[in-house]
């Protein structure tokens, strides 16, 4: 579903910030992959899916979702594969607009744009029926604005949105980052029964090993710009935290103990 060859991004070459931010990234995903993203800040894993999205075109190597070469396509061109939720709850919806103009929004791209915009009947039945999925109580409120939401309720929104066309590839930027325990645990579990339900190939991006550990069946780690692990879901079942911080210190050479997050 998802093939990345040996990319490679350096930032502001040849100045004095250059930063290599991707060396020699090879990846790939089968269908209906959960794959967990884990690193230390600047390992590269916002950027690997930046890559995938076309925030910026790779210097080399190439990319390929579903069997189409996108590696040189612009990042709105490769939109109709991917569904993206990025960290901050703000991010992905429009306040002023009522939940069901934001789901109908998600719903319609892609399509041909008329000046017709009203919502059928059929529409909000199926909104709300998508909606109640995520037991928040919006199928109730989706005359709604979203900015009235709270961060939970908005980024369980978002991700529904995300999902509504069964993207061909799910990237989830830290989303949960952001929220409260408790909150980022409840967007966790819809997150998994959405990807399980819709059948999704899926990236998650995390600070966190317990999450890493838990969620998906395969977690890859990164350091500078690398793969330096990649764990199947066997694997994975019999691992502790303790254990993937000693796998990271023998294959980085380095420990990551003044990384908090990643210890949480």
Do not use: C
């Not at 894993?45 to 612009?74: C, E, H, M, Q, Y």
């Not at 709850?89 to 000046?115: C, D, H, K, V």
Request: aromatic residues 4%; without cysteine; hydrophobic residues 40%.
């Amino acid at each position: 579903m998802l093939k990345i060859n040996h990319i490679a991004k350096t930032f502001n070459p040849g100045t004095i910030t250059e930063k290599k931010a991707l060396i020699d990234v090879d990846l790939h995903l089968q269908s209906g992959d959960f794959v967990t993203v884990i690193g230390g800040n600047g390992a590269g894993k916002s950027t690997t899916l930046n890559a995938v999205a076309g925030t910026f075109l790779v210097d080399k190597g190439t990319i390929a979702i579903d069997g189409v070469n996108v590696t040189r396509l612009p990042e709105y061109k490769r939109a109709k594969f991917l569904g993206r939720v990025f960290q901050d709850p703000m991010t992905g919806t429009a306040a002023t607009m009522t939940i069901e103009e934001n789901l109908a929004l998600a719903y319609r791209r892609g399509q041909p744009r008329t000046l017709k915009w009203g919502i059928t009947s059929w529409e909000r039945k199926q909104y709300r029926e998508a909606l109640a999925m995520l037991e928040l109580g919006l199928e109730d409120r989706m005359t709604s604005k979203v900015g009235l939401l709270s961060g939970g309720q908005r980024q369980a929104l978002t991700l529904l949105m995300a999902t509504l066309q069964k993207p061909k590839l799910l990237l989830l930027d830290e989303h949960t980052a952001a929220l409260d325990p408790k909150t980022a645990e409840k967007v966790l579990s819809l997150t998994r029964k959405l990807i399980a339900e819709n059948n999704l190939t899926a990236m998650m991006v995390t600070h966190n090993m317990k999450d890493a550990l838990h969620y998906g069946n395969r977690t890859i780690m990164m350091h500078e710009g690398r793969i330096i692990i990649d764990i199947d879901r066997e694997t994975k079942a019999r691992l502790t935290v303790e254990d993937l911080l000693k796998m990271f210190k023998t294959a980085s050479g380095s420990g990551i103990v003044n990384d908090r997050m990643l210890l949480s």
